[in-house]
């Protein structure tokens, strides 16, 4: 496989950015940067970075409405008017831990907005463990807890015969695949894919491309990892000109770009100056072109 043009499309820094969704209909790309609490849309025609900011750490996003969308924010789960920035709130979770938040999540191909949570570091790179759970938000607005005793839930995405869901738990480096039930939206018979050492860095968001194979970012370990999920082999290792790389999604008019975000938050100031990208965006592959958009016929808090 040919070596892929990186190349630095979002050059304002963030401090976490993650969760790149691409939304069709507009041509823009959607993601949120997580410590600033705040869901930002990139328009590639003028190069604009519009930000909406909450008031509390954003874990992710999705497409709902045109002009709105889904957000998580702390262990919320509310729906984002963009031109007002009001947010409905419409379910929280992990009321018994006060220091969890959601962090990664995406819309199954049914429509169900799927989502994780985390606990927040006790210190620098220390998570308390088995505190992360697994959640499914339904149309009719009632939430499933569908895996616990996660320690850091991250990356989902779904096998292209919507059978498989595939999921990131970053604090044991792993990346699992789980029999998927569409109709219902339930997981079983968890099977390991890959695992990870710590100095391959953690796996963190990602994705699904036309052939079935997944793309994993790895967070402090400054690349994506191209997996074929039914054998469980490293196809390709694609080093990136940052070390904390967050999480990817294929957009473009075509679905020909892989969009990868990063972080610059953790980094050093000498870091800062041998990554003076970090924290921006960069595209280059083609992905599954399918735009999800998260189905709820509800109102209420």
């Known amino acids: ?53 909450l008031r509390g750490p954003v874990g992710c996003m999705a497409l709902h409405h045109r ?37 990664d999540g995406k819309v199954d191909p049914a429509g169900r907005f799927v989502a994780g949570t985390m606990p927040e570091p006790t210190g620098p790179g220390v998570w308390e463990h088995a505190q992360g759970s697994l959640y499914t938000l339904h149309a009719d607005g009632s939430m499933v807890r569908q895996l616990e005793g996660l320690g850091i839930s991250n990356g989902l995405d779904w096998s292209l015969d919507h059978r498989t869901l595939y999921h990131v738990d970053s604090l044991d480096y792993t990346v699992r695949a789980y029999n ?86 953790g980094l050093s100031a000498e870091q800062l100056c041998q990554e003076p990208q970090a924290g921006c965006d960069r595209p280059w592959c083609k992905g599954t072109p399918i735009t999800a958009i998260c189905r709820l016929s509800i109102q209420r808090i």
């Open 67 to 103: 002009g709105t969308y889904v957000v998580a924010m702390g262990t919320c789960l509310g729906l984002l008017d963009w031109t007002t920035g009001a947010v409905q709130w419409l379910a929280q979770v992990d009321k018994d831990k006060p220091n969890n938040r959601f962090n």
């Open 180 to 265: 998927y039930d569409l109709q219902t939206g339930a997981i079983a018979n968890p099977r390991l894919l890959l695992q990870l050492q710590k100095e391959d860095g953690m796996p963190d968001g990602m994705c699904v491309d036309t052939e079935g194979r997944l793309w994993v970012a790895c967070i402090d370990g400054g690349r994506i990892i191209h997996l074929d999920p039914e054998t469980g082999t490293v196809l390709q290792t694609v080093d990136m000109p940052v070390s904390r790389v967050t999480s990817c999604c294929f957009g473009g008019p075509h679905y020909s770009d892989l969009y990868v975000t990063s972080a610059s938050e």
């Open 1 to 53: 496989m040919a070596s892929p043009k990186i190349e630095a499309v979002i050059r304002e820094p963030h401090q976490m950015a993650e969760c790149p969704v691409w939304e069709e209909e507009t041509g823009q790309l959607l993601y949120v940067d997580i410590s600033a609490g705040s869901v930002c849309c990139w328009d590639p025609p003028s190069g604009a970075v519009h930000t909406v900011s």
